[in-house]
Every structure is written in structure tokens, then in C-alpha cells.
């Protein structure tokens, strides 16, 4: 079992940059595929980015702006966002999968955050 717990949102100006940190529970965290997913209202739940053994991967959208991290001492992934956009104005949430390979499904992923706001003011 993993529990995560997303933190770093909040409303911020076009062109300014925000954090988010996801901290997660167990031994075995460094095995795992992490992921960034986010929701704007009414519509699904999309991918961010990823990092996993192989590497990281990320949305068109946010890519050359958003940088995803990992560090396994303190069992937390980071989202660095740059640039940011109203249209990256959105719930974000931090996800687990245990699959070690290129995962941007949301149902591949097996363990999710409670999410955090992001808001961007134009």
C-alpha cells in the first residue's frame, strides 16, 4: 500500500513558476513509476508527466516547461512548472504504478494523491 499526499498548488500569475511535492509512504517507493495527472473542470483526467527506471516522459502540452523529479531518499516527486499558462489551471494529481515502462494511462496506475489546485490568472 501507498499512500501519497500532494502539496504546492495555489493561484498564481501567467508566466510565473510553482513546485508541487508528492510524498509518498512505504519501502518501496523507489520501484515505483510516478506520475503527474491533472483534471480542469468537466473534462477527464489527463497526463502530465512521468518518471520511472527508464527515464521520464511528458504531455506535449507542458513539455520544455514542466520538469518531473524523483528523489528516493525522501520518497517524493516534484512537478516543476515554468511558464505556467491559464490553461494549466487544473486540480494536479500524484499517482503510483507499479508497472516499470512508459505509463501516461491513468488506469495503469494503481495509487493516487488527493490532488492539489493550480490555479493561473491571466
Known amino acids: 500500500q501507498v499512500q501519497l499526499v500532494e502539496s504546492g498548488g495555489g493561484l498564481v500569475q501567467t508566466g510565473a513558476s510553482l513546485r508541487l511535492s508528492c510524498a509518498a509512504s512505504?519501502?518501496?517507493?523507489?520501484?515505483?513509476?510516478m506520475g503527474w495527472f491533472r483534471q480542469a473542470p468537466g473534462k477527464e483526467r489527463d497526463f502530465v508527466a512521468m518518471?520511472?527506471?527508464?527515464?521520464?516522459d511528458y504531455a506535449p502540452s507542458v513539455k520544455g516547461r514542466f520538469t518531473i523529479s524523483r528523489d528516493n531518499a525522501k520518497n517524493t516527486v516534484y512537478l516543476q512548472m515554468n511558464s505556467l499558462k491559464p490553461e494549466d489551471t487544473a486540480v494536479y494529481y500524484c499517482?503510483?504504478?507499479?508497472?516499470?515502462?512508459?505509463?501516461?494511462?491513468?488506469?495503469?496506475?494503481?495509487?493516487w494523491g488527493q490532488g492539489t489546485q493550480v490555479t493561473v490568472s491571466s
Open positions: 512505504g519501502r518501496t517507493f523507489s520501484s515505483y513509476t
Open positions: 518518471v520511472s527506471l527508464s527515464g521520464t
Open positions: 499517482a503510483a504504478s507499479r508497472l516499470n515502462s512508459r505509463v501516461v494511462h491513468p488506469r495503469l496506475y494503481n495509487y
